[in-house]
């Protein structure tokens, strides 16, 4: 990265003199190479990866500005986004993280932003976006059933077979998506604004205890979606869960349906990384199956 370049770029779209006095490389992620930038404005959040990666920058920061839209959750604010030469770039406030926080109020964070629901009763979201590295559509639907067999499961479920997944995967989560609506016959979902990717790795605290969310792939889904991940990797204390059912009880039949939303991100594993992930969506894929 040519960090004079960088920094004339920031300046023009922010219309402030931007100048970049060293820069420090952040590990933990993935997908993305990140630093810690230290300016005469303090610090910030670098993110960078090749222009052809330029798409994911442009959704996670739309989904930063419409989760801090909500004023329920903290999110790191979003400062510029653009592309340098054959690097595309997402630049963000710097926040102090620790693993040590008030996870009670976190859960209720959560539950208040879910208690935001879409006026018009639509689920999905006003572009594509990525779960992952995964493009992850959004395409407007007013029934929630029909929504996540057509935007969640069946594009995984194609996505494995072209990444040389047995085929009886696809055939077996065909079978799921008939019988999806047999695990709604009691339930409605609303259309809440979800974080989309809410493992313990996307969220954690600040100096103060406060909880801070961040890596969205945001879209209106059902709630139960989120809480479903958060129990997919662990990281969330059972402080979290009281918070959050002291402000938004869950339905008796979430104890079912987390296996059926958390299915939709051990596919995307699969299609990530291969491996035994295959095998572990065709366990799961079996239970739900055989509890309806």
Known sequence: MNWNALANSISQLTETPFQI?????????????????HTAQGNY??????????????????????????????????????????????????LDLTGQGDDFQ???????????????K???????????????PNDWESDWVRFYGQNRLQPQL?????????????DMGMQLIEKLPDFFQTYQPEASPLHGDLWGGNSGFI??????????ASYYGDREADLAMTELFGGFSPKFYEGYHSVFPLDMGYANRKSLYNLYHVLNHFNLFGGHYAH??????QTLLDSV
């Open 45 to 94: 959040f670098l993110k960078t990866n090749h222009t052809s990666k330029a798409a994911l920058f442009e959704t996670e920061a739309n989904s930063l500005k419409a989760l801090s839209d909500t004023f329920s959750i903290t999110v790191p604010k979003v400062i510029a986004t653009g592309v340098e030469n054959d690097q595309a770039w997402l630049l963000l406030e710097h």
């Open 21 to 37: 006095e060293s820069a420090a490389p952040v590990s933990g992620g993935d997908i993305h190479n990140a630093y810690r930038l």
């Open 122 to 136: 639509q689920f999905g979201w006003f572009e594509d976006n990525f779960i992952g590295q995964t493009r992850q």
């Open 158 to 170: 194609n996505l494995a077979i072209s990444n040389q997944a047995p085929y009886r995967l696809m």
């Open 207 to 216: 100096q103060t205890g406060e909880a801070v969310f961040y890596d969205p």
């Open 280 to 285: 572990q969506s065709e366990r799961m894929i």
């Open 106 to 120: 976190r859960g209720k964070d959560l539950a208040l932003l879910h208690h935001q629901v879409n006026k018009t």
